[in-house]
């Protein structure tokens, strides 16, 4: 038996791996986010951690410790590969000619243009050598057991990690057209843009299906309901609006401060004392040079709306602890916020207007920073109303 762990759980999901089947690992690498907090695991296991969400020549590094031992390993052995978000920038193989500093860029302008994870990991799986089902077939007949966090919308393994060990093969005419489509085509490197209007390689041979066997142990669903429970015990009218939140970051502060309005105003859809939870990723479509994240853009935007509604609280984070590329995991705002940005003299528009959301949220205290949480289930926000 081998393990492959990848992303912002790795550590945790290596050393379960290891409490149960110590014995029967012969080998494994692990590739976490830097600054991941990391457990103590035996020599036989090479541990590795690179930057996140941009990839870089460490991460590189690790992945081909992880193609070296691919090789070596038996067709009759069992791979355990244990998945969690941050593995599309932890575990990289660009294709030759494509540099990690072009796999940079191309990251880069697809975070700032908008897209959804599912655009981003079509490019991602047609520039890689391991992406889109390619370490599978590199794991040759090898049984392989994919034990995954999601942390995407609607829990796909050929999305996750960009589907390394799954069937998701991606035609490079597919990722350009989606470059076109998000208008960062021009700004493609060219050694990226040429490959992507190359002839098609040859499709990777995966494993017969029956030796792919795929669980997702844990999603944004669960987290949900957990919060749910909590919410109940703690005397809120809970319910959970949505697991798919997909948009900009701005325009869901703004519903989900409506929707909380209504309830304190009208007592609908929920009567106060209530709470109300919605996960997903939604997105930034990057227009201003001022830092932020996703989170902090959402609670940053529900601010205005908010403003007079009586005791209403809301909490925007990313489950992983990390927001953006800033050391926030998202931010809080009540209904009294309004007041104190002004008092202050700062504006919640021209923040916006910029992608400013940190500066400002940091300016009136109300930043999120509970540090790298070691697992990634997406989005979570909550919003509690009382009478």
């Not at 690992?25 to 600054?35: L, Y």
């Not at 792919?212 to 919410?231: F, G």
């Not at 021209?350 to 509970?370: C, H, M, R, V, W």
Request: a neutral charge.
């Amino acid at each position: 038996m081998y393990v492959l762990a990848f992303g912002k759980a790795a550590f945790p999901m290596a050393a379960e791996v290891l409490a149960r089947c110590g014995d029967l690992v012969r080998a494994g690498v692990v590739i976490a986010p830097r600054g991941a907090h990391k457990k103590s695991l035996p020599e036989k296991i090479a541990v590795y951690t690179a930057s996140h969400p941009l990839p870089e020549a460490a991460a590189v590094q690790a992945t081909e410790h992880v193609l070296r031992l691919a090789e070596k390993i038996e067709h009759d052995a069992t791979v355990i590969v244990a998945l969690s978000g941050g593995t599309s920038a932890l575990l990289v193989s660009p294709q030759p000619p494509i540099t990690v500093a072009d796999k940079r860029t191309v990251s880069r302008l697809l975070l700032e243009s908008g897209a959804d994870i599912g655009q981003i990991n079509t490019v991602r799986k047609a520039l890689s050598r391991v992406k889109g089902g390619r370490l599978a077939a590199k794991l040759r007949a090898a049984r392989i057991l994919n034990v995954i966090i999601s942390d995407v919308v609607g829990d796909d393994p050929a999305i996750i990690g960009s589907g390394p060990t799954v069937s998701s093969p991606v035609s490079r005419e597919h990722a350009l057209a989606v470059c076109r489509e998000l208008g960062i085509e021009e700004k493609l490197p060219y050694r990226v843009r040429d490959l992507l209007l190359s002839p098609e390689p040859e499709r990777p041979v995966l494993p017969p299906g029956d030796r792919i066997v795929t669980k997702i142990v844990a999603n944004n669903a669960r987290a949900l309901a957990a919060a749910q429970q909590q919410a109940d015990a703690l005397g809120y009218r809970p319910m959970i609006l949505t697991t798919g939140l997909q948009c900009e970051a701005r325009v869901a502060g703004e519903l989900i401060a409506a929707i909380a309005k209504d309830c304190h105003d009208h007592g609908w859809p929920l009567a106060p004392p209530c709470c109300i939870l919605a996960g997903g990723e939604t997105t930034v479509t990057v227009r201003g040079r001022g830092k932020g994240g996703r989170n902090q853009e959402l609670a940053l935007a529900a601010i205005p709306r908010l403003r007079g509604a009586g005791q209403i609280g809301l909490l925007a984070a990313g489950t992983d602890g990390v927001d953006g590329t800033t050391d926030a995991a998202g931010a809080f705002v009540t209904s009294m916020t309004a007041e104190k940005v002004e008092t202050l003299g700062l504006s919640v528009p021209a923040a916006l207007q910029e992608n400013d959301s940190y500066t400002l949220l940091s300016s009136i205290g109300q930043l999120f920073k509970p540090g790298p949480t070691g697992t990634n289930v997406m989005d979570i926000t909550i919003v509690l109303i009382k009478e």
